[in-house]
């Protein structure tokens, strides 16, 4: 007879899932919203920041976690033809000067 933690649960392994927190903006199952909230607040920071920001990856973390791969292709497409459907980010755009890149230390 087998002892140890696997044999309580049958052989299998349990793995942990990382997943956002709680964000009191999207009380819905409906990810949409707050997937697409998370990538213009993304574009938003490095737009004032610049690319290489390091606290604009928190946004970036969650929308690569909570939105479909083929919603963010598309979206970043968008942006590199200049057509991405978001009046909030070209009021941003149109508000604040585009910072430069941030360099790497």
Do not use: M
Request: charged fraction near 30%.
């Amino acid at each position: 007879r087998s002892s140890g933690i696997n044999a309580e649960y049958g052989g299998t392994v349990k793995r942990f899932v990382w997943t956002p927190k709680y964000d009191p903006r999207y009380p819905a199952f409906n990810k949409g919203p707050k997937c697409t909230q998370y990538f213009i607040d993304f574009q938003k920071c490095i737009w004032k920041k610049g690319e290489g920001y390091k606290p604009c990856d928190w946004f970036r973390h969650h929308y690569e976690h909570v939105c479909p791969q083929p919603w963010i292709e598309k979206w970043n497409d968008q942006l590199d033809r200049g057509v991405f459907p978001s009046k909030q980010l070209l009021k941003w755009q149109n508000k604040y000067p585009k910072a430069p890149a941030v360099e790497e230390d």
